[in-house]
């Protein structure tokens, strides 16, 4: 009997592994058939440009370097490398601001505060390419081109 319902666990496993694998599929097949399905034209971004105009007040300076391959993790921040204050007087690139020296309590702390830490949730490459998703927006009066 232990045989058996050891033999039928295994069929219904294998069994469920086949349903589950062609479901995926499918879904597979339908998301690379939807028009929602829009490949990024940003893989090769430029190596270094002057910095854009910026659109709104206090929006975060884009990045004028190709950024990949940056390692921006709990223990290592490739950005500081070269914009710490300390490097950036070496390294001659823009110095990260005092703002991302400073705790949820406006307090000056002595290292970069941790939810200003990770440069790339703020900080984006810049990329020409066309917008995915249609918008109309214009930059406020003095910002922008």
Avoid: W
């Avoid at 479901?23 to 058939?33: C, D, P, R, V």
């Avoid at 440009?49 to 990045?63: E, I, S």
């Avoid at 005092?98 to 790339?120: A, K």
Wanted: glycine share 4%.
């Amino acid at each position: 009997m232990k045989k058996t319902m050891g033999i039928l666990a295994t069929v219904v496993a294998i069994a469920t592994s086949q349903s589950i694998y062609a479901t995926s599929e499918k879904i597979g097949n339908s998301i690379q058939e939807s028009v929602e399905n829009v490949s990024p034209m940003f893989h090769n971004e430029p190596k270094e440009r002057d910095l854009p105009a910026l659109n709104y007040v206090n929006q975060p300076p884009m990045v004028p370097h190709a950024v990949k391959n940056y390692q921006v993790t709990k223990n290592v921040n490739q950005c500081l490398t070269c914009h710490s204050p300390e490097a950036s007087r070496v390294t001659g690139a823009t110095r990260i601001s005092p703002t991302h020296f400073m705790d949820r309590d406006g307090n000056i702390v002595g290292s970069t505060s941790p939810r200003r830490y990770f440069c790339l949730q703020c900080h984006v490459s810049q990329s020409d390419v066309e917008p995915i998703v249609p918008n109309e927006f214009k930059p406020m009066s003095g910002f922008g081109k």
